[in-house]
């Protein structure tokens, strides 16, 4: 195993409290929340600006797409950096960056330089995903509980974001929605490099000849390529929802919030109930092989956004609550594929590739929100077409092979220097 790589278990009864292992850890959890949380601020804040630069909603959510392709494309060289040069001090540039951007954005005086600024919260926020999911699956065979968990902090972070830029934007104005958290944010980045100090998350140059043998396995690639269909259509459903869902309140719940804050709270109660599904699956995929829970979570979808896609007060929040837990749910089933497949050495890289996919295509959604919500007259033609996303996702999972646990976890030990030995031990664990 990589000798950069720490499980936590050297330093287990050296330090009571927290080990320097599970310190980290806890940083990367955070890090994932404030990635979601920097990325979506602007989407709750965006219903208090119509009147302050006189633009209408399609106008101004549209000034956010330069950020979510920068939060998209700037995935490939950042994860390029992490397997090259040193996670740990990449995640202190993302902390820092991130925050610092998010202050910029509560100082913008035109559009243009909001969209500047929201710009360079997208290209610090990609640092994270290539970069931090890698360091949270290093050394780790079972990868599904802590990826789940992982994902929880990152859709608390989506949650958050809707309740904290409502509340700051209804009590002291859409600047502090920005300002207040990015402040917080590089406080964090500054705890975090001091915690570090000396510290390296390098991954190496190479993969191991075990890696190279395990990366040209006909259901690695097969399975990368159904990863990419999902990735592709998968992202660009979690963006809609998550950006498009206070404004879809906003409209559908009018009998239950009539304030800024009143649709925050609504969107956040259900993105934070639903994150917690990520720990269910990610138990899941732990105890079972991956393709049918990856077709029970896909395939539940599909009723709710038909469903969504008419539904008011009481029905409309509902049919929210049960399917953002799906969309959420199938996130640590994407990354426990390539945490099971991949060498560390080139983690970050695949890691990137998969989001540069997901993240890529997802920025795209926020001028298919502004498209359809200004020329379809709402949300509904948007959850229909959200739906038969869903159908090409679960026609791609179909093709993907029936894997026993045993077998999934073996390319993960080959592919991390474990020797065969090790391999044997780790499979009859797990069966």
């Known amino acids: 195993m990589n000798a950069n790589v720490h499980d936590g278990r050297d330093n287990v009864g050296k330090n009571p409290v927290m080990t320097r292992s599970a310190l980290r850890l806890a940083f990367l959890n955070v890090g994932h929340a404030y990635d979601h949380l920097f990325m979506l601020l602007y989407a709750t804040v965006v219903l208090a600006l119509e009147d302050a630069f006189d633009m209408n909603y399609g106008e101004l959510i549209a000034l956010s797409f330069p950020g979510f392709l920068a939060f998209a494309v700037g995935a490939l060289p950042a994860g390029w950096l992490g397997d090259r040069w040193d996670r740990t001090k990449l995640l202190a540039v993302f ?45 780790r065979e079972k990868v599904g509980k802590v990826l789940g968990i992982n994902g929880v902090f990152g859709n608390l972070g989506v949650a958050g974001a809707a309740i904290i830029a409502g509340l700051f934007t209804q009590t002291l104005g859409w600047r502090a929605a920005f300002v207040i958290p990015g402040a917080v944010a590089m406080a964090t980045g500054v705890a975090y490099v001091l915690v570090t100090r000396g510290e390296t998350a390098t991954a190496g140059r190479a993969p191991s000849q075990a890696a190279a043998r395990t990366s040209g396995a006909p259901f690695f690639l097969k399975a990368l390529l159904i990863l990419a269909v999902a990735s592709l259509f998968g992202g ?50 732990d105890r079972y092989p991956i393709k049918p829970v990856f077709v029970i979570v896909v395939a539940a979808q599909l009723p709710l956004m038909l469903m969504a896609a008419t539904a008011h007060d009481a029905a409309m929040l509902g049919a929210a609550l049960i399917m953002m837990a799906l969309v959420f749910g199938e996130i640590p089933i994407h ?38 919500h200004e020329f379809a007259g709402g949300f509904t033609t948007l959850f229909v077409l959200m739906a038969a996303f869903v159908v090409i996702i679960l026609a791609a999972v179909a093709f993907l092979p029936i894997a026993g646990r045993s077998s999934e976890a073996a390319p993960a030990a080959a592919a991390e220097g474990t020797s065969d030995a090790q391999v044997e031990l780790s499979q009859s664990a797990i069966d």
């Not at 998550?242 to 559908?252: G, I, N, S």
């Not at 239950?256 to 993105?271: D, E, H, K, R, Y």
């Not at 080139?346 to 890529?360: D, E, H, N, P, Q």
């Not at 926020?366 to 498209?371: E, H, T």
């Open 95 to 139: 902390f820092l960056g991130i925050g610092g951007a998010s202050i910029l954005t509560g100082l913008a005086q035109s559009p243009w330089q909001i969209a500047a600024a929201l710009t360079l919260v997208g290209l610090f926020g990609s640092i994270y995903h290539p970069v931090g999911i890698a360091m949270v699956v290093e050394g």
């Open 236 to 285: 660009l459903i979690f963006n809609v929802t998550t950006v498009a869902l206070p404004k879809v309140f906003d409209e559908r719940l009018v009998g239950m919030a009539t304030t800024t804050l009143g649709v925050g709270s609504l969107a956040s109660i259900v993105f934070a109930v639903a994150a917690f599904a990520q720990i269910v699956v990610g138990f899941l995929i």
């Open 335 to 372: 990354d426990a594929l390539i945490a099971r497949y991949t060498t560390n050495a080139w983690r970050s890289r695949i890691y990137a590739i998969k989001y540069v996919i997901t993240l890529g295509v997802s920025a795209f959604a926020v001028p298919l929100i502004s498209f359809t």
